[in-house]
């Protein structure tokens, strides 16, 4: 079993949808949690970053974590063709430089 | 400079050739990290590099693989005899607050 599951898709909505992205964990021990986008031929780049449990939100983004149920979601509001990306899931275990361990990504299709 | 540079951005080399691909982290960035990622995967960690303290080497696949870095700049990943399955995208990042990471742009490596 991954340490991190992420279902990777694709995931296909309409303009102006709202998208739900999921990841679980195996690693009650995960802390802090983060959301990449990543577009074709570049590298991932940061979207959201929480830590514990609750909701966070920037614009249309929303991120949430459940630790008692290991489960992560990004939210995104009114979906716009520019969102159509790759997005992964990151956690790590504690603060200071540690490596992050990554969900294979949940590629998102936004037609207009 | 302004972001992550790696080079080359793309690379083909033969089976059994020996391969570096380079990363430049942003200046100032203390900690400085290697991942794979292969077609329809997610992110696998190699290797990361924290000021002067010994290297997390625990994600190497194999004793063809290393990686060096000189103080807080430049970083040469090296495959040896590589293989087919080396075939990837292999991104670097980098940080100086431990949470987040900015990657390169990767150098896609592939062997025929």
């Known amino acids: 079993q991954k340490e991190v599951e992420q279902d990777p898709g694709p995931l296909s909505v309409p303009e102006g949808a709202i998208v739900s992205l999921n990841c679980t964990y195996s690693n009650s021990a995960f802390q802090y949690f983060m959301w990449y986008r990543q577009y074709s031929r570049k590298g991932p780049e940061l979207l959201m970053y929480t830590y514990s449990s609750g909701n966070k939100e920037d614009g249309r983004f929303t991120a949430q974590v459940d630790k008692s149920s290991k489960y992560i979601s990004l939210f995104i509001r009114d979906s716009q063709p520019s969102d159509s990306a790759t997005y992964l899931c990151a956690m790590r275990l504690g603060t200071g430089f540690q490596k992050l361990v990554f969900g294979t990504g949940t590629r998102l299709l936004v037609s207009p | 400079g302004a972001g992550v540079s790696q080079s080359p951005s793309n690379k083909v080399t033969e089976k059994g050739k020996d391969v570096e691909l380079r990363c430049d982290p942003i200046?100032?960035?203390?900690?400085l990290y290697w991942y794979r990622q292969r077609l329809g995967q997610g992110l696998e960690f190699l290797i990361y590099f924290q000021g002067n303290s010994a290297p997390d080497k625990s994600g190497l696949p194999s004793d063809r693989f290393s990686a060096e870095r000189t103080g807080e700049s430049v970083s040469t990943l090296t495959i040896q005899r590589t293989q087919q399955e080396d075939s990837a995208v292999y991104l670097c990042?980098?940080?100086?607050?431990?949470?987040?990471?900015?990657f390169g742009s990767g150098t896609r490596l592939t062997v025929v």
């Open positions: 200046s100032g960035h203390t900690a």
């Open positions: 990042a980098s940080s100086s607050q431990g949470y987040g990471y900015t």
